[in-house]
């Protein structure tokens, strides 16, 4: 059962570790260049929780954490299909920065009551890191959503982008069932995207945003509640438009834009994978 546990632990350092590094792509690119700083400070931390992550489930499986970040192939890494979209402009890198970031403290939130200490214990660690991503995306998206149409309007418009792919961010997870019934994770991603869903759209509303990007939770819900199960089982591959409407990570199926990600993010590690980090 602990595999169950590693799954876990895996699926959420995909996360980390891929969003880490589109996060990275801002360097010498962002608008200000306080935001190069943020958005290189944001991703060495996500990219350290990664790594946090990797070798907690290491331990269980026996494998180097460099390894499971790094020696896998594309088809089996577990990230939502959120956090491997391109950057695109900056309206949606923030509307996914703020998405994610909303998301995942919802999920820290519950993994700080899981039954296993050290996934506890980190949980509570990367939730009070954490909480400065969040200030940092909410206090942007306020400045837009007070600042001019064009703004408001661009930001609008990337929320509901991105939010398709941010509701798949609770897609459940392989191993789901006997890691609720371990307590290792204390809620079921279902429960958990209800939760993301209310605490969004409520502050959407807030700042007088347009709210109806919740419109799409029904018809993606259908969807990610039938996405359980082992995602390493063998099985006929989803169809495309699942990848398309933001599902399917959790299984392995990832965007076209997946694979250059991994070629990149992977290379020096597959050039001389003995190498200490």
Not at 47 to 67: E, K, S
Not at 74 to 86: G, H, K, M, T
Not at 168 to 184: D, I, S, T
């Amino acid at each position: 059962m602990s595999e169950a546990l590693a799954a876990v632990a895996v699926a959420l350092a995909d996360d980390e570790l891929v969003i880490g590094h589109r996060h990275s792509e801002w360097t010498g690119l962002a608008p200000h260049i306080e935001e190069d700083v943020a958005f290189s400070s944001i991703a060495q931390d996500e990219i350290g929780h990664a790594a946090a992550l990797y070798t907690l489930a290491g331990a269980i499986v026996g494998r180097n954490p460099d390894a499971l970040a790094l020696g896998r192939d594309p088809s089996e890494y577990r990230n939502a299909v959120l956090c491997e979209r391109p950057n695109g402009d900056w309206a949606y890198t923030l509307a996914r920065h703020w998405l994610y970031d909303t998301a995942e403290d919802v999920r820290l939130e519950a993994l700080a009551r899981s039954a296993d200490d050290a996934l506890r214990a980190l949980a509570t660690k990367m939730r009070r890191e954490e909480r400065y991503h969040l200030l940092h995306a909410g206090t942007w998206l306020e400045r837009v959503a007070q600042g001019p149409v064009e703004g408001r309007t661009r930001i609008a418009e990337a929320l509901a982008r991105a939010y398709r792919d941010a509701l798949a961010l609770f897609e459940p997870l392989e191993r789901e069932e006997e890691a609720v019934r371990a307590g290792w994770l204390p809620d079921a991603s279902t429960e958990l995207r209800s939760r993301f869903a209310q605490r969004a759209t409520g502050q959407l509303d807030r700042l007088g945003l347009p709210t109806d990007i919740g419109a799409v939770a029904d018809e993606a819900a259908e969807f990610v509640a039938s996405s359980s199960g082992d995602l390493l089982a063998a099985g006929p591959a989803p169809p495309e438009p699942a990848v398309a409407s933001g599902g399917g990570g959790r299984r392995g199926r990832h965007s076209a834009d997946f694979e250059a990600l991994w070629e990149e993010m992977t290379r020096t590690y597959r050039v001389s994978p003995g190498a200490t980090w």
